[in-house]
């Protein structure tokens, strides 16, 4: 009979790699009739319940679990996952940092991957990227389906940004995960123009897209021509940016070697990448090669590590010596704003205080960053900081800043958590100062707080993801507004506190339109000379 059921777990296991949830009742009900007081049998229907999202069902079947086996680990694996889902942030640490452990001295490999890749999440959400890095390399060691391996890598990777990005060799590690590709072979195409595709999840309401228009807008149709290959789910600002004058190919639920297959057929040129390592990334299609020249830009600030990618976009500030890829250069930055949302007006409130505030991804809000903030604070009794993102819309994520605040004396009084809220651009009315991340700076981020005239402290750093900051302000022409260290960081919003934030506010939007930063046909311009001297290069 044990062998019976050890034979019914292993295949509900693969019914929950393949995330047919019924099937796994269907399991779990063969262990009950084997043994009714299973504990495994009513820990797998709790499961099950908990992928189907009925948490009530999942809980009852926990209580059947632990009645049997108070210590039963699957069991608190679930519980963890509720936790998840209710946002129960700091339950739902300790539960996992429990499960974690005890997987690792049972060897249970199984829960062992779930519970490091769903705990990530948490991690993630509550601003410890670094953490939740770890768990996800881990976890990609565990499987062996190799695409949910480079998956899990490739967050991983996502995640080192937050901090500093991996090394060169880190990143080529996710070559391994393609180690069985045979990617296209190419001679040069004989075409009357260049085939440029851009390919992206990201065609839709994403940061990414505030990026996009000038490369569909301003290209130069006698020499080029363009097609879209959109991997995501579509929304309305991808039927605004499928009325451009180009090729679009749908191809969300391809998988990647169709996907491939389909670019290869098109004959594209160059192929420009705009995920990275970001959130379903489509470097697993430019692992096939299905273009001669891949390039990949805009969605990822690192080295994706890749061998199949050629080049990297990137700008004379940013550029380091960090990656895998050539480096296409631009003298301009990297990113040109075209915002794909009206901007409310600019109406900042006049008040008798100083308000600072940051809307950034609260991943990117280290140690270092709050220290700064406290000493500005320290600095300016008269002064209060508003801090707004998806944490503060959670009670444990509040509470877990809160505790952050306090271990350095901040003067927790004089700041305001806000959650995530659609109307967050209306809110920088509010805003007299904002002050950028470090060593990860914002970026589309920072572009919206100029648009809506509040000026941006930024800290330059010394790799690319920390230098994004001072190329954005520069082509806005707001230079004085980068600091070179965390001194002159504090000192710079101290002096802008002072009064000057205000002769900002009065024109900020209009200094940033008439800027290199929002110049679409002088960007093209530039990146089309690029593309032309790559092509040339090909042989």
Not at 442 to 453: I, P
Not at 510 to 536: C, M, P, Q, R, W
Request: charge should be neutral; charged fraction near 25%.
């Amino acid at each position: 009979m044990l062998d019976e059921i050890a034979d019914w777990l292993k295949l509900a296991e693969k019914f929950a790699e393949s995330g047919d949830a019924q099937a796994m009742v269907g399991a779990a009900n063969e262990i009950l009739e084997l043994d009714k007081n299973c504990a495994e049998g009513y820990a797998l229907k709790a499961e099950s319940a908990l992928y189907l999202g009925d948490l009530k069902r999942a809980e009852k079947f926990l209580a059947e679990t632990f009645a049997l086996d108070k210590n039963n680990l699957r069991g608190r694996l679930v519980q963890g996952g509720i936790a998840a889902e209710n946002f129960n942030l700091i339950e739902e640490f300790k539960i996992f940092d429990a499960v974690i452990s005890d997987a690792r001295k049972t060897g249970d490999t199984k829960i062992l991957f779930k519970a490091l890749c769903w705990s990530a999440n948490g991690l993630y959400l509550a601003g410890n990227a670094k953490a939740a890095a770890e768990n996800l390399r881990e976890a990609s060691s565990l499987t062996g389906n190799i695409e949910r391996a480079a998956e899990l890598y490739s967050k991983h990777l996502f995640f080192r940004n937050y901090n500093s990005p991996a090394e060169k060799s880190v990143a080529q590690v996710y070559n391994k995960f393609f180690a069985n590709i045979k990617p296209y072979s190419h001679e040069k195409y004989s075409h009357d123009k260049i085939k440029v595709g851009y390919i992206s999840p990201d065609f839709r309401q994403h940061a990414v897209a505030n990026f996009v228009s000038p490369l569909l807008n301003y290209f130069d149709a006698e020499k080029f021509s363009v097609t879209c290959y959109h991997t995501g789910k579509s929304d309305f600002v991808t039927q605004k940016l499928k009325n451009k004058k180009i090729a679009w190919r749908d191809l969300y639920g391809v998988d990647f070697q169709t996907a491939a297959k389909i670019i290869y057929a098109d004959e594209i040129d160059i192929l420009v990448d705009l995920s990275g390592h970001s959130q379903n990334s489509c470097l697993p299609i430019l692992a096939y090669k299905p273009a001669p020249i891949q390039i990949t830009a805009l969605g990822y600030t690192a080295t994706t590590g890749l061998n199949t990618v050629d080049y990297f976009l990137s700008d004379k500030i940013c550029a380091d010596n960090n990656f895998t890829e050539k480096l296409l250069t631009l003298e301009g930055c990297q990113f040109c704003f075209s915002p794909i949302k009206k901007f409310p007006a600019v109406k900042h409130k006049k008040n008798n205080f100083v308000t600072f505030g940051s809307f950034n991804n609260f991943a990117k809000v280290t140690d270092e960053v709050l220290i700064c903030w406290k000493e500005i604070l320290d600095a300016l009794p008269n002064s209060k900081l508003i801090i707004k993102n998806k944490i503060c819309s959670v009670e444990d994520g509040r509470k877990i800043l809160f505790d952050r605040l306090q271990k350095i004396n901040f003067p927790v009084e004089r700041v305001e958590l806000r959650p995530y809220s659609k109307d967050y651009l209306e809110q920088y009315n509010e805003i007299d100062i904002a002050l950028d991340t470090f060593p990860y700076n914002g970026g589309l981020t920072t572009c919206e707080a100029l648009y809506m005239g509040v000026p941006v402290v930024v800290l330059r750093g010394d790799f690319h993801g920390s230098k994004i900051g001072a190329s954005i302000l520069t082509a806005a022409g707001l230079p004085e507004l980068v600091a070179q260290d965390s001194n002159y960081y504090i000192k710079k919003a101290v002096e802008l506190a002072g009064g000057k934030f205000s002769d900002y506010q009065k024109n900020l939007r209009e200094i940033v339109k008439d800027s290199a930063l929002t110049d679409g046909k002088k960007y093209l311009l530039e990146l089309e000379k690029l593309f032309h001297n790559v092509y040339n290069e090909m042989k």
